[in-house]
């Protein structure tokens, strides 16, 4: 009961993930809250931050100096903690599958909390998968306008009712200090571009970058050191690609934030580090060398101004986004983010019994089906032998599944609506994710 004059407890928000980047974004997003209880909760998967990952993902939060806010789990461990903890907000941080999987223990919850999602960085185009596996979430964030748009309207297409609720992307808060530095940063990525030849091609423009100005470093931004891993699996790696690199041309593993710090300019294909550069004041090149295309998740760049090739880079010469552009891509204005007012007022209608849960059904092949979908997040962190045959018995009918849809290919992106492809389609992808690997 609330007296006249006191104040309403606060509410208690918990966020659950694993990888790297979604670690990162959870933590820097309820961080953003006022008058909060937190927690971050890094559950046992193949994907599960290190140490030394997980303190460059909370850099710059008050869970740096706050480790009792921390709490590392086992999968079976999750239901008992949250039962006891009785949270009002889980914020669901983790890779597609992984936020499904969450979604069934929380449905096992007597008292149970408003469930919110969200995806890490940069979202268009708007992928099928992410929001098909996060419909049973009472909300899903993301960063832009144009992602609400995209996601919204991809919804109606496949018939998925999720609310879609904007935020400014958390770790790229502009700044009003800047002291300049001289660093070109590259900003790598585990899955763009995907082949050798391109990424050989990178290393040898940031190698000539290097020799163009020796006085000068180039620093490869790297997210994993060797032996981590990522929320993606990296193949050819920059430290293999750059094996005889020039002396000024260096490794960082730090966070993104103090790689800025000392940045002259940040150049990428298209990862989300051009906004934290750009909130930051650091101007940046989005490199487009190998086109625009859908695997290259770059399409969000046009008529951004920041678009420049190889000769650019060698040259530095970096570049400022176009204030329209901005605008409509992360860097709306702050009042706009009403995700959490949004997530209030979901709490709110459920301690009144108005909110209904969204229980996430069981998957058409039964327990075997669910048993794989376990073991496909837990890999050897499921122990039971339920996974271990449905490891066995469904991996392939899967993989089957998969390839079929992919040879379909185009088939599939033809609007629902009818009409031929517009702008405003080519935001979202009907079709599996374009690379060969998911990133939802």
Request: with cysteine; net charge positive; hydrophobic share 45%.
């Amino acid at each position: 009961m609330t007296y006249p004059g006191s104040r309403e407890p606060r509410l208690r928000v918990v966020a659950i993930g694993d990888a790297d980047s979604f670690v990162k974004w959870a933590a820097h997003l309820i961080d953003r809250l006022d008058d909060i209880s937190q927690h971050l909760l890094l559950v046992d998967t193949p994907l599960v931050v290190s140490d030394a990952q997980k303190d460059a993902a909370l850099a710059d939060t008050r869970f740096a100096t706050r480790q009792q806010s921390v709490s590392r789990v086992a999968f079976s461990a999750v239901v008992e903690w949250l039962a006891r903890d009785a949270p009002d907000v889980v914020v669901l941080a983790g890779r597609a599958p992984f936020v499904r999987l969450m979604s069934r223990e929380i449905d096992r919850l007597a008292r149970r909390p408003v469930v919110v999602s969200g995806l890490p960085g940069m979202s268009i185009p708007a992928l099928r998968g992410a929001l098909e596996y996060r419909r049973h979430c009472d909300l899903m964030v993301v960063h832009s306008r144009r992602e609400v748009a995209a996601y919204a309207r991809l919804g109606r297409t496949i018939g998925v009712s999720v609310p879609i609720a904007l935020a400014r992307l958390p770790f790229a808060q502009r700044s009003t200090e800047r002291q300049g530095g001289t660093d070109l940063v590259f900003a790598a990525q585990a899955l763009v571009p995907q082949s050798r030849d391109d990424r050989r091609r990178i290393a040898e423009i940031l190698r000539l970058a290097a020799v163009a100005d020796p006085t000068r470093r180039v620093v490869v931004k790297l997210r994993s050191r060797p032996g981590e891993v990522e929320a993606h699996r990296e193949r050819d790696g920059y430290t293999e690609l750059l094996e005889n690199a020039p002396e000024n041309l260096v490794f960082s593993f730090a966070p993104m934030s103090e790689a800025l710090a000392t940045a002259e300019g940040l150049v990428t294909v298209s990862s989300t580090a051009a906004i934290e550069a750009l909130a930051a004041g650091v101007p940046v090149i989005a490199l487009d060398t190998f086109g625009i295309r859908p695997e290259l998740l770059n399409r969000v760049f046009e008529e951004s101004g920041l678009l420049g090739s190889a000769d650019d880079v060698v040259a530095r010469r970096f570049r400022h986004p176009d204030p329209r552009w901005a605008t409509t891509n992360y860097f709306h204005d702050p009042r706009d983010s009403l995700w959490w007012d949004q997530a209030r007022r979901l709490v709110a209608l459920r301690r009144q019994g108005m909110l209904p849960a969204r229980v996430v059904p069981q998957p058409r092949g039964g327990a075997l089906h669910a048993a794989w979908h376990r073991r496909n997040v837990l890999g050897a962190h499921d122990r039971s032998v339920s996974g271990r045959v449905a490891g066995l018995l469904v991996t392939p009918a899967i993989a089957a599944l998969i390839a079929l849809k992919r040879r379909r290919g185009g088939r599939d992106a033809v609007p629902a609506e009818g009409g031929t492809m517009d702008a405003g389609t080519q935001d979202f992808l009907l079709t599996p994710s374009p690379l060969r690997e998911a990133i939802g």
